[in-house]
């Protein structure tokens, strides 16, 4: 493979062992996982299976206890603490299942968020985040309380905010765990978008097989090691939202 089509995101023979007490749990078991730029990826398992787990791996939340993770051309599995929190201020944005907005502040201030931790001047906070807000559908929802939105725009402000400092890459953990089906849809359409204008490498954790449905690509974990790996076409619903 030449240099320029490297994948963004390489793990080789990746092992994350715990020990609890006397216990010895293998979260992970030799996982070997290529994720090209630009990809939108799924990933689904039941409970346990180490897919969440994986996703910390590559998220710089966590290292391998064997194994090697390059993320570009960085070896992460020798970063510090501190070089792994460089990297996810600037590379990676994160969205969870339950939101994890400041529940006292604004739309507009909850989107800011990271970029008073990476010193944007706050005049350019609060340009970038209207914009970004703008983005994911929630004009004029600026100075809403988490509390007076619903659960799909809570979701929009947090992808808001994942976008912030301009990640390349973006991890979705359960992203619409607590969301009807309708609201559901309309975030995984976001994703697409959004992958699709900003050139994001999207990857989606989920026990849910109608939302990996509109990856391009679908990785199943069961009991740490990964049993599959398939390229899909996406669902009718998310080809539609793909030429949109």
């Not at 954790?205 to 009991?223: C, K, L, S």
Request: glycine share 8%; aromatic share 4%.
């Amino acid at each position: 493979m030449a240099a320029g089509m490297r994948p963004l995101i390489r793990l080789r023979d990746v092992w994350k062992v715990y020990h609890l007490g006397d216990v010895e749990v293998r979260a992970l078991r030799g996982v070997s996982l290529d994720i090209r730029a630009g990809e939108l990826l799924g990933i689904i398992g039941a409970s346990g299976s180490g897919k969440s787990t994986c996703m910390n791996l590559i998220g710089c939340l966590d290292q391998p206890t064997r194994g090697t993770y390059r993320l570009g051309d960085v070896d992460v599995s020798t970063l510090s603490v501190n070089e792994r929190a460089a990297i996810r201020s600037r590379r990676i944005g994160f969205v969870f299942q339950n939101f994890n907005l400041l529940g006292r502040s604004t739309a507009l201030e909850n989107v800011a968020l990271p970029m008073i931790y990476a010193n944007v001047p706050f005049a350019e906070q609060r340009r970038r985040a209207r914009e970004l807000l703008a983005a994911v559908g929630l004009h004029g929802r600026e100075e809403h309380m988490p509390s007076q939105l619903s659960g799909g725009q809570q979701q929009r402000v947090a992808i808001a905010r994942a976008l912030a400092n301009g990640p390349s890459l973006l991890l979705a953990d359960e992203p619409t765990g607590n969301l009807d089906t309708q609201s559901s849809t309309e975030i995984m359409d976001l994703f697409l978008r959004l992958r699709r204008e900003r050139r994001l490498t999207i990857i989606v954790v989920t026990h849910e097989p109608h939302i990996a449905y509109y990856a391009e690509r679908v990785v199943t974990f069961r009991d740490g090691r990964i049993v599959s790996d398939v390229p899909q076409a996406p669902s009718s619903h998310a080809t539609e939202a793909v030429r949109a």
